[in-house]
């Protein structure tokens, strides 16, 4: 079968590629970059350059293709013009679905985020949560339209179309830029990292990567046309999940608190730098804010309904850690 791809030189897709390909499947991949393209080193890959903001270019890496799964996305902490972050994942998102409906694919697969839900202030977060807080920054914002956009292609264009969410995804990365927690756990294991974020006491969600892009050939299997499912593993706070790291890497390290405060000057001076000097910032006033709340996710249903995998994070950390020490 021809798949189509967006976001295949990145964490998550490039995990996908590589299970597709195992299934002996054609893909087709949308690349920015053919130098990044030949990292794509897996049977039946064929890259078309292009750019998700471009149609035409997606047109021609579809061309025959009965299933997509649209994955690319800025997900920058900051970028100096915000309308970026509109034109590549709502535009582009756009595209992608439009795309599908004149090449008559049979099923796409749209990559969301848990953070779209908000903070779990009324209990734990399912999937028929309706966000009852303001949006904290322009990802997830613009995360948010791109979701609606996709929804209207369900029900105005009759696009067979299902949307899953990856809550904190960890694990080892194959190429492209690894998540946040990666590279946490990265700092924790080589760089003796020592501080909680906040009080140690934030709950967030912990999905292993490897899952996440089970997850996605799952719903593409199984999933409900205009379902969405969230791509989760396990709640910890931060103080268990470093605990739980520190055994997974045979660590035994005290560990600091950063008072909110703290970090709310250092995110202001991060910002400063890069509005006054183009630094590009670590993390920004909104990304703090969104630290102050709990995350607390139900991935039950796509447990339920898809037979999501959810690896035990004490194995998802203990492959992480010998990961990271290879990588010195």
Aim: with cysteine; aromatic share 10%.
């Amino acid at each position: 079968m021809k798949i189509f791809v967006s976001g295949s030189t990145g964490s998550i897709g490039a995990h996908l590629v590589k299970m597709l390909s195992g299934r002996g499947h054609t893909i087709h991949v949308l690349v920015r970059s053919m130098e990044k393209a030949r990292q794509l080193t897996f049977e039946n890959v064929y890259p078309f350059q292009g750019d998700i903001t471009d149609k035409e270019s997606v047109d021609k890496a579809m061309k025959g293709c009965e299933q997509a799964y649209h994955v690319a996305a800025i997900a920058e902490v900051w970028a100096k013009d915000t309308g970026i972050f509109y034109d590549i994942n709502v535009q582009g998102t756009v595209n992608v679905m439009q795309s599908a409906v004149d090449n008559k694919v049979k099923r796409v697969v749209f990559t969301s985020t848990a953070g779209i839900f908000g903070p779990s202030i009324n209990g734990v977060i399912t999937e028929k949560k309706i966000r009852d807080i303001d949006i904290f920054n322009e990802y997830e914002g613009s995360k948010l339209m791109a979701e609606s956009k996709v929804k209207d292609f369900v029900n105005l264009h009759g696009l067979d179309a299902v949307i899953v969410s990856p809550t904190r995804v960890y694990g080892p990365f194959l190429f492209g830029e690894p998540s946040s927690i990666t590279l946490m756990i990265d700092k924790f294991v080589n760089d003796s990292w020592r501080f909680y974020p906040g009080d140690g006491k934030g709950v967030g969600n912990y999905v292993y990567i490897e899952d996440v892009a089970m997850g996605h050939i799952l719903a593409m299997e199984k999933g409900k046309r205009g379902e969405t499912y969230l791509l989760g593993g396990e709640n910890y706070d931060y103080v268990t999940f470093f605990r739980l790291l520190g055994e997974a890497a045979e660590i035994n390290r005290s560990m600091l608190k950063i008072p909110m405060w703290t970090q709310s000057l250092y995110a202001r001076e991060q910002l400063f730098m890069a509005v006054c000097f183009g630094n590009k910032p670590q993390v920004t006033p909104g990304w703090i804010i969104k630290g102050k709340y709990n995350y607390e996710l139900s991935p039950e249903k796509a447990i339920r309904e898809l037979g999501l995998p959810v690896t035990p994070i004490e194995e998802g950390l203990k492959r992480s850690v010998e990961w990271v020490r290879g990588r010195k």
